[in-house]
């Protein structure tokens, strides 16, 4: 279960009858705390192919999240990282913004997201003509956020420099009382991540490939493909896994890779849980969490 939704899990169980909007729905796709609510989808959810090209649609996601009525409620709670916090409330109602990270497609992960060969190539150029659009409508969106709320001061941070908003923080959730600490390893390093540009899965690969080391890999997303054409004979991908199983893994490793720059990141919290190292790129989130193994090393160095 990815981070974002944990923190839908726990939204829900405060607000057991709170009905979820969102812009896309598969049913199933989630846990069933969440699936338990009625779940109201946009009308980009009937695209036919929305769900595994949703990023085509990206112009589209404004005027689909504002499309949403909400004139019935006396509090909304969004949960962003694209476009939610841009829904449209009454005056009276109470909008509390909990952003796991500004719209990274078009801010600071625009290259990323839009780096990769062949049809992606003419998606970035698509989607060049319209950034500077969606960084205004980004930025004038938030006149009916009534309190922002950041994952982290990496992301507070965000939100001041391009919202010119203040936000106070609240971390995560993270179930650190189902882990137990193990001594021992089986020799391999483990990756627990969704495959997304942002999270340098490659870089992982890369490192197993030319060390030659043990790199076992839980996750899912649309860079797969190409993920596993990059692998050699020491990397193996364990597709998704319940939690128990990645519990399993965890206890079993040799250390943790954390390669991207995560907004928050749970991964290196449920690692350490578990009583394993974790090999971190020293920005975002994880400065937050991991305490350096060479106090006068400085990130970045």
């Given at each position: 279960?990815?981070?974002g939704?944990?923190?839908?899990?726990?939204?829900?169980e405060?607000?057991?009858?709170?009905p979820i909007y969102?812009l896309?729905h598969?049913k199933?796709s989630v846990?069933?705390t969440?699936?338990?609510?009625?779940i109201?989808?946009?009308?980009l959810?009937?695209v036919?192919?929305?769900?595994?090209?949703?990023r085509?649609?990206?112009p589209?996601f404004p005027?689909a999240?504002?499309?949403l009525?909400?004139?019935?409620y006396d509090?909304?709670v969004?949960s962003?990282h694209?476009?939610?916090?841009?829904?449209?409330v009454?005056?009276?109602?109470?909008?509390i913004s909990?952003?796991?990270?500004p719209?990274?497609?078009?801010?600071?992960?625009?290259?990323?997201?839009?780096?990769?060969?062949?049809?992606?190539?003419?998606?970035?150029?698509g989607?060049?003509?319209?950034r500077?659009?969606?960084q205004r409508?980004?930025v004038?969106?938030n006149a009916?956020?009534s309190?922002?709320?950041?994952n982290?001061?990496?992301?507070?941070?965000?939100?001041a420099?391009?919202?010119?908003?203040?936000a106070?923080?609240?971390?995560?959730?993270?179930d650190w009382?189902?882990f137990h600490?193990s001594?021992?390893?089986e020799?391999?390093?483990?990756m627990v991540?969704a495959f997304?540009?942002?999270?340098?899965?490659e870089?992982a690969i890369?490192?197993a490939?030319?060390?030659?080391?043990p790199l076992?890999?839980?996750?899912?997303?649309?860079?797969?493909?190409?993920?596993?054409?990059?692998a050699?004979?020491?990397?193996?991908?364990?597709?998704?896994?319940?939690?128990?199983r990645v519990r399993?893994?965890?206890s079993?490793?040799?250390?943790?890779?954390?390669?991207?720059?995560e907004d928050?990141?749970?991964?290196?919290?449920?690692?350490?849980?578990?009583?394993?190292p974790?090999i971190?790129?020293g920005k975002?989130g994880a400065l937050?969490t991991?305490?350096?193994l060479?106090?006068m090393h400085?990130?970045?160095?």
């Amino acid at each position: 279960m990815r981070g974002g939704e944990r923190c839908l899990e726990a939204l829900c169980e405060l607000f057991p009858d709170a009905p979820i909007y969102t812009l896309f729905h598969v049913k199933g796709s989630v846990s069933q705390t969440i699936e338990r609510h009625p779940i109201i989808p946009s009308f980009l959810n009937r695209v036919p192919f929305a769900k595994s090209r949703y990023r085509y649609l990206l112009p589209f996601f404004p005027s689909a999240i504002q499309r949403l009525e909400f004139h019935q409620y006396d509090l909304v709670v969004s949960s962003s990282h694209c476009v939610a916090k841009g829904i449209r409330v009454p005056r009276e109602t109470c909008h509390i913004s909990y952003v796991h990270t500004p719209m990274r497609y078009i801010w600071d992960g625009f290259d990323t997201y839009f780096s990769n060969t062949g049809i992606w190539d003419f998606g970035k150029l698509g989607m060049g003509l319209f950034r500077t659009r969606l960084q205004r409508w980004d930025v004038e969106s938030n006149a009916d956020v009534s309190c922002f709320i950041a994952n982290s001061q990496n992301v507070a941070g965000r939100i001041a420099r391009q919202y010119g908003r203040a936000a106070c923080v609240v971390y995560p959730p993270v179930d650190w009382q189902t882990f137990h600490v193990s001594h021992h390893h089986e020799g391999f390093y483990l990756m627990v991540t969704a495959f997304a540009p942002y999270k340098k899965v490659e870089l992982a690969i890369a490192a197993a490939n030319e060390l030659g080391l043990p790199l076992k890999i839980i996750g899912q997303g649309q860079d797969e493909k190409r993920l596993r054409r990059m692998a050699g004979p020491s990397i193996e991908f364990l597709g998704w896994q319940p939690d128990h199983r990645v519990r399993k893994f965890y206890s079993r490793c040799l250390a943790v890779l954390f390669p991207g720059e995560e907004d928050f990141g749970i991964v290196p919290l449920e690692a350490m849980a578990a009583g394993k190292p974790v090999i971190a790129y020293g920005k975002g989130g994880a400065l937050e969490t991991i305490v350096p193994l060479n106090p006068m090393h400085k990130p970045g160095e």
